[in-house]
């Protein structure tokens, strides 16, 4: 199919849309291609300058340093509709502002990001399917490995999206996973190009240091400044002091959380490779854990709440995490150069020829 339109998607949210639309982008660009960018169905707005966006929306025109004419605005903002739930019975269909995108003449190509799963937006005509009808577009689907059997997901995907499924990328891969030898066969086979297999990367699940404080409404005891440390793994110290000097070995960049009473714990984590140290319960920080944390320069988190709280709150800020960060951007960058199928995608879609 030719259209000038092509929408990233996903099954389940967080799977990696964003960091396949920026990849995808920065390729086409490179081939001199003007990008267009835009995401009917967003979250909350950041911005109304100069087009109505959220946060990744944001992020994709600051990255892409995309100008205004290359901007789509976001049409529906769901928690505007959550904070004033008794509107939600005048929701009515957006298609005809949808099908105004039509009019952004100066981009080669739209790169549209879907919402979270193939649903989201169906109650204003937003749906994944729905809005690839409106604008005659292609699809292409980022899904996060979970196992071998996601197979079936990806069959019922290919079901309701029909012929307008260009392909699909598999993102965070493991390295142990044999999805080359079986899964990615059984795709092609059945229908489902795979434009991609994308490894597991530690460093694009890293969360700040001040955003696992700010999901954890910590108080910040030691070295506010070093709130943009990344961590990239969660260890936790409930175990004898021994046990956990050879645990914390083994990790890298690591935030520990630990009860506050257990100092021999605490100091043990602040000789390994860590990152962040979240002190769990009512006890005050010992003077010793506190002027170590000092001289590593090792930020000191206090939470009200309990160890297995923080720790589920933790895990969800990891599985949440969105791309911010210039390390990773670049990251971003290098990988979708290197196994992103740009070449096939672009037969897929129908080769849009640059305008020059």
């Known amino acids: 199919m030719t259209s000038r339109f092509l929408f990233v998607g996903s099954t389940q949210a967080y799977s990696g849309k964003s960091t396949a639309i920026l990849g995808i982008a920065q390729q086409l660009q490179a081939r001199q291609f003007r990008v267009g960018y835009g995401k009917?169905?967003?979250?909350s707005r950041v911005t109304t300058d100069p087009v109505p966006l959220d946060m990744d929306g944001h992020l994709c025109a600051r990255v892409l340093n995309l100008p205004p004419p290359c901007l789509a605005p976001t049409l529906v903002f769901l928690e505007d509709w959550l904070k004033q739930p008794h509107l939600l019975p005048q929701a009515a269909p957006l298609t005809a502002a949808l099908a105004d995108y039509q009019h952004l003449t100066t981009p080669d190509v739209m790169l549209l990001e879907a919402p979270a799963n193939l649903?989201?937006?169906?109650?204003?005509?937003?749906?994944?399917?729905?809005?690839?009808?409106?604008l005659d577009a292609g699809i292409v689907l980022v899904v996060r490995f979970q196992s071998l059997l996601l197979l079936d997901e990806l069959l019922m995907a290919q079901e309701h999206l029909g012929e307008r499924l260009l392909g699909v990328l598999l993102n965070a891969v493991p390295t142990d996973q044999p999805v080359q030898e079986i899964l990615v066969p059984m795709l092609e086979q059945r229908g489902i190009p795979v434009l991609g297999v994308l490894p597991r990367s530690r460093l694009l699940r890293s969360v700040r240091v001040g955003e696992l404080a700010h999901h954890l409404q910590a108080q910040v005891v030691c070295c506010p400044e070093r709130m943009d440390l990344l961590v990239e793994h969660l260890s936790i110290g409930a175990m004898s002091v021994n046990a956990a000097l050879d645990y914390f070995r083994q990790g890298v960049n690591m935030v520990v959380i630990t009860g506050s009473g257990r100092t021999d714990i605490q100091l043990a984590a602040l000789e390994a490779s860590t990152q962040c140290l979240v002190l769990t319960g009512s006890n005050p920080t010992h003077p010793m854990v506190l002027s170590r944390a000092e001289e590593m320069e090792i930020p000191l988190l206090m939470v009200d709440m309990d160890t297995l709280t923080a720790v589920e709150t933790i895990e969800r800020t990891f599985e949440q995490v969105r791309l911010q960060e210039p390390v990773k951007i670049q990251y971003v960058q290098q990988m979708m150069a290197q196994y992103l199928d740009t070449e096939r995608l672009l037969s897929r879609w129908g080769y849009p020829c640059p305008s020059g």
Request: aromatic share 4%; no cysteine.
């Open 40 to 43: 009917p169905v967003g979250n």
């Open 119 to 134: 649903h989201e937006g169906h109650l204003f005509g937003l749906g994944l399917a729905q809005m690839a009808a409106t």
